[in-house]
C-alpha cells in the first residue's frame, strides 16, 4: 500500500515537474528599454515587435530575439584626407539607437550585431566625403560646420538602416606630424614679425619724438633770440635776478649754512 502511493506521489511530482519546464519554456521576459523578435521556425521572423513585460511562445517552435532599443555610445576613428591632402585623424562619437518598428527587418537584413556591421562602414564613408571638402586649416577654424555637416550626412545614411542617431560629436581632430611642425613654424613666425613690426613701430615713435622735441628747442631759442634783439640784455639781467632769488631762498632754508656779516670776521651763533 504503502509503494503504490509513494509511486503515486512519484507520478505526480514528475508530471508537476513536466508541465513546469514546458510552462517555463513558454514564457519570456522582455526588460526595460528593450524589445522582442519572434522567430518561428515554420513561418520565419514575424513582422510583430514584442514590447516590455513578460509574454508567451510555442515550445521549440518559437524564439525570441531581444534587442536594445536604449540609446548606445559608439565610438569610430578614422584616417583620411584633407582637401590640401593632409592626414587628418578623426574620431567620431556617436550616440544611436534601432528605430522599433524596423526590428524584424534588421534583423533579417543585417543581424544582432547591426551596429558592428553598419557603422564603421558608413561613418568611414561619410568623413572621408565631407572632411575631403575642407582644408587643414578649415577644419580647425571651422569644426562646428564639419561637425554639423557630418551630423546631416550621417543621420541621413544610417536611416536607410533603421537607425537613429541621437547625438554625433567630433571628440578627435588631429593632423600629421610634419603639418603640425609646420602651423608650429608658422606660429613663431607670425610672433616674430609681430615683435619686429613692434620694434618699427616704437622707434618711428621715438624719431618723431626726438624730432618734434628738437622742433621745440628751435623754438625756444628763436624766441629767446628774438626777444634780446628786441629787449638788449634786460632779459638776462632778470633771468639772473630769478636764479639769484631762488638760490637765496634755497640756502636760507637749510641749516648747514653759517652766515657772516660783511666786515665782521667772528661767526656768530644765529638761531636758527
Given at each position: ?11 505526480f ?7 513546469g ?6 514564457l ?5 528599454g528593450h524589445?522582442?523578435v519572434i522567430f ?10 514584442v ?34 591632402l ?9 550616440l544611436?539607437?534601432p528605430v522599433t518598428?524596423?526590428l524584424?527587418?534588421?534583423?533579417t ?8 556591421r ?8 561619410i568623413?572621408?566625403?565631407?572632411v ?38 567630433l571628440t578627435h581632430?588631429?593632423?600629421?606630424k ?14 616674430e614679425a ?6 618699427v613701430?616704437?622707434?618711428e615713435?621715438?624719431?618723431k619724438?626726438?624730432?618734434?622735441s ?26 639772473k635776478?630769478e636764479?639769484a ?5 634755497q640756502?636760507s ?17 644765529l638761531p636758527?
Amino acid at each position: 500500500m504503502a509503494a503504490k502511493v509513494f509511486e503515486s506521489i512519484g507520478k505526480f511530482g514528475l508530471g508537476l515537474a513536466v508541465v513546469g519546464g514546458v510552462v517555463n519554456s513558454a514564457l519570456y521576459n522582455v526588460d526595460a528599454g528593450h524589445r522582442a523578435v519572434i522567430f518561428d521556425r515554420f513561418r520565419g521572423v514575424q513582422d510583430m515587435v514584442v514590447g516590455e513585460g513578460t509574454h508567451f511562445l510555442i515550445p521549440w517552435v518559437q524564439k525570441p530575439i531581444i534587442f536594445d532599443c536604449r540609446s548606445r555610445p559608439r565610438n569610430v576613428p578614422v584616417i583620411t584626407g584633407s582637401k590640401d591632402l593632409q592626414n587628418v585623424n578623426i574620431t567620431l562619437r556617436i550616440l544611436f539607437r534601432p528605430v522599433t518598428a524596423q526590428l524584424p527587418r534588421i534583423f533579417t537584413s543585417i543581424g544582432e550585431d547591426y551596429d558592428e556591421r553598419v557603422l564603421p562602414s558608413i561613418t568611414t564613408e561619410i568623413l572621408k566625403s565631407v572632411v575631403a571638402r575642407f582644408d587643414a586649416g578649415e577644419l580647425i577654424t571651422q569644426r562646428e560646420l564639419v561637425s554639423r555637416q557630418v551630423s546631416e550626412d550621417l543621420t541621413e545614411r544610417a536611416a536607410t538602416f533603421g537607425l537613429i542617431l541621437d547625438d554625433v560629436s567630433l571628440t578627435h581632430l588631429t593632423f600629421g606630424k610634419e603639418f603640425t611642425e609646420a602651423v608650429e613654424m608658422k606660429q613663431v613666425a607670425q610672433q616674430e614679425a609681430e615683435r619686429a613690426r613692434f620694434i618699427v613701430e616704437k622707434a618711428e615713435q621715438q624719431k618723431k619724438a626726438a624730432v618734434i622735441s628738437a622742433e621745440g628747442d628751435s623754438k625756444a631759442a628763436e624766441l629767446i633770440a628774438n626777444s634780446l634783439a628786441t629787449a638788449g640784455d634786460g632779459l638776462i639781467e632778470l633771468r639772473k635776478l630769478e636764479a639769484a632769488e631762488d638760490i637765496a631762498y634755497q640756502l636760507s632754508r637749510s641749516r648747514n649754512v653759517t652766515y657772516l656779516p660783511s666786515g665782521q670776521s667772528v661767526l656768530l651763533q644765529l638761531p636758527q
